[in-house]
């Protein structure tokens, strides 16, 4: 991705940095009001990064785990070849269990955790697999931007909700690739951001990421989403996802089930766009997993670089489900790696 205001030109929000031999993460945390890079070489470190959100976004926490993995095995390099196994199984375990949404995580990390175990723990191999994966992912999210460009007329408006940009997807994007494409192609395209509470995601990563391509957006709050569809103000609705099953159930950021009934109730086009890494091929329903609860403090307090202010009456409890599950039925078309899908073509993959 390019960030314009720093001058950057080609920089990942996940990478591995050769000289160090650790991993790089944009701490996300901080966007868009302060940018810093951390460099993790410890899995204890890796796994506080996933769950305290300095790395967030289905592709790029996979990308963490991947890298995570040869973190891992660089951990274990002098241990007893019998015992180095069962260390780096544990391992393995400890960076499945930071968050429980996003499949991408599973995907990247057995995937990556398979070929050291094939290459009788190889450093060198595990990383090259690691790498491999994380720039099949650019790729992926490149063949998303070019797919769902199609999608969007001159003079659109798209609703976005969270954050399924670069910062998200180690780079490109998956919801937000079709609408810097279709900029660079001259389309006038306006965006409006949901901020999605309670982390503000959109109003801080995406607007962010939007301005860095000069894209025209606005910031909404997430309840006037269907006021501004009622009124014909949203052409089409597209966002990412962590998890979608063959039958083309998407599970996502807390706010898309409502984003999704009210598109269908008003007649406007809703799209999931995911790479691969993100389909669940093996689980029936979404049942078989735990919705993420996330701490009370994000609904009753607002953060910015340096404050956390309490916005709410601090006695009261919160609830803070993160993710919501949205039928196919709701689904227009999920804007994939090879294409515009339907649900029927899902099951087929
Ligand atoms: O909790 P987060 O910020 O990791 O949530 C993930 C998301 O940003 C969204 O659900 C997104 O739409 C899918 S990831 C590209």
Redesign the pocket.
Known sequence: MKIKALGLEEIRSVDWNVEKECIQLIDQRLIPFDFKINDYNTTIDVCKAIQT?VV??????GATAAYGIVVALKEVENYEVSDKKSKLDEKLKQLLAT?P??VDLVNFALETYQTAIKTNFSIEETLLKAELLANEMVKDCTQIGIYGEELINDGDTVLT????GPM??IDK???LAPIFRANEKGKNVKVLVDETRP?L?GAKITAWELEQEGIDHYIISDSAASFLMSKRQVDKVI????RCLKDGTVS??IG?LSLAVNAKYFGIPFYSA?PWT?LDKESKSMEEFEI?YRNEDEIKYITSAKEKILVANLNSKALNP??DITPAELITGYITPDGILSKEDLMKK
Request: net charge positive.
């Open positions: 959100m967030r976004g289905a592709p790029a926490i968050r949404t996003a909700h969270c954050n399924a998200a997807t994007g998956t919801a982390r995601q966002l990412g996802a962590d996502n950021k898309t995911f993100t993420e993160a993710f």
